[in-house]
Structure formats: C-alpha cells, structure tokens
C-alpha cells in the first residue's frame, strides 16, 4: 500500500503546492470574507476523487489489479489519502484562523470549534462518494461529485462565514435557516439560545463532531469495500 500512496501523493503534490501560498496571499482578504477559508476545505476534498477519475482515464484502475493488492487494500489506500487531505486542510484552516480571524474568537477553543466544522467537506464528500465511485466507476458518478461541490462550496461556505458565533455541523442547517428567513431572523432569543448551547458545550460538541466524522468514514469504507469486491472489470 506505500506504493499506492506514493504514486497519489505525486500527483497531489502539484495540485496541494499551488494552495500553499494562495493562502498566505489571502490572509488579507480572509479578515473581510471569512469563507474563502471554507474553499479550502472544499478544494482539498475534491483532489482525492479526481485521482480516482485520473486512475480510470489512464487505466490505472485496471493495471493496478494486476498487482499484489487487495481490493480492501486499494480502497483503504484512498481513504488515508482522504485523510492526508484532511489533516492538511485543518493545518492550513488553523493557520488562516490565528493569522486573519484571531480577533473574533473568545478562546482557542471557539477557534478550534470553528477549525473543526471548517474541515467537514473533506470527510464528509469523500465518505458520500467513495462508495459510488468505487461500485460504479468515478467516471459516472461525475453528476454526483459537481452536486456535492456546488454545495459545499455555496450553501456550507455562506452557513459557517458568520464569525460572530461558533459553527459546528450540528448547528449549520438550523442557523443559516435563523439568518436567511427575516420571520426567524427578527427573534433575537433564538439565536442568543442557540448560541449559549454552543458557548456552554464547545468542546462536547467538537467531540462529538470528530467522533461523527469518524462513525461516518468507517460506515463509508465498508460500503467502498463492500462495492469494490462486487465489482467487475
């Protein structure tokens, strides 16, 4: 498997490197437009799919058939490539948090809170079209992977750029509906409600969300190994 993760990890090097100092040249606006954070996240979550398609335009997916590798092996390979991205993503999240948006964080652990719903599109898209990919060919899961970008990328991107509250995965679908509807926006209350469950159980709930996260990979990755085996070449 450190042959698989080599050759990703080749072709992840030019892609990552681009996104290294885009950052650091954005830091500035990142103090005006918080979510242009979020894309990065998004960004990092659709490399690993891409090679998966790149694998099946080059033939790769057959080739590599061929070799010493078991198809839980193969799959298992992406999903650490999955994670690599993760990880990634939060260091570089982390980074633009403390240099741009330290101001609007009580504590490091709102920041954290924040860091941690920020990375969700790498675990969450990943873990969604995994199991497709790998039962049905990357190539024609192509529909579902630009769904999942357009909305990672639009409505997960304007939920979590408010800095003036901690955003878990939990919370967003329930706040961007309190911010996008001016019938539920003028009841301050409930926003001040939700916002103390929040301040009160930040690190419960960053918790919580790493176990979710976790909970919904491995459910992915047996669906993926699962599908893979009954795959046909």
């Known amino acids: 498997m450190k042959g698989l993760l080599c050759k990703d990890c080749c072709h992840l090097c030019t892609p990552v490197g681009y996104l290294v100092p885009a950052v650091l040249l ?10 242009l954070l979020t894309f990065i ?20 997916d057959i080739r590599v058939m061929t070799m010493p590798f078991s198809r839980r092996a193969i799959v298992s390979e992406k999903y650490l490539v ?10 570089l999240i982390g980074f633009g948090t403390a240099v741009s948006l330290r101001n609007q964080f009580p504590d490091a652990v709102s920041a954290a809170a924040w ?3 920020a990375v969700m599109p ?10 497709f990919c790998f039962r049905f060919g990357a190539q ?16 997960f991107s304007a939920a979590i750029s408010f800095p003036d509250a901690v955003y878990i995965p939990f919370y967003y679908p329930i706040i961007a509906l309190i911010r996008l509807f001016p019938q539920i926006r003028s009841h301050r209350n409930v926003i001040a409600v939700f916002n103390a469950i929040l301040e009160a159980e930040k690190i419960r709930i960053i918790l919580w969300t790493l176990a979710g996260y976790a909970v919904l990979t491995v459910f992915s990755w047996l669906l993926a190994v699962r599908g893979f085996r009954r795959r046909s070449y």
């Open 26 to 35: 954005l830091c500035g606006m990142i103090l005006k437009i918080p979510y």
């Open 122 to 131: 790498c675990v969450v898209m990943p873990a969604l079209c995994y199991p």
């Open 82 to 91: 999955s994670l690599l991205m993760t990880l990634f993503s939060a260091l």
């Open 140 to 155: 024609k899961m192509n529909m579902l992977i630009l769904v999942m970008i357009i909305l990672f990328a639009g409505v």
């Open 41 to 60: 996240a998004v960004y990092l979550s659709a490399l690993p799919i891409g090679i998966l398609q790149n694998d099946e335009i080059t033939r790769w």
């Open 115 to 117: 860091v941690t719903g």
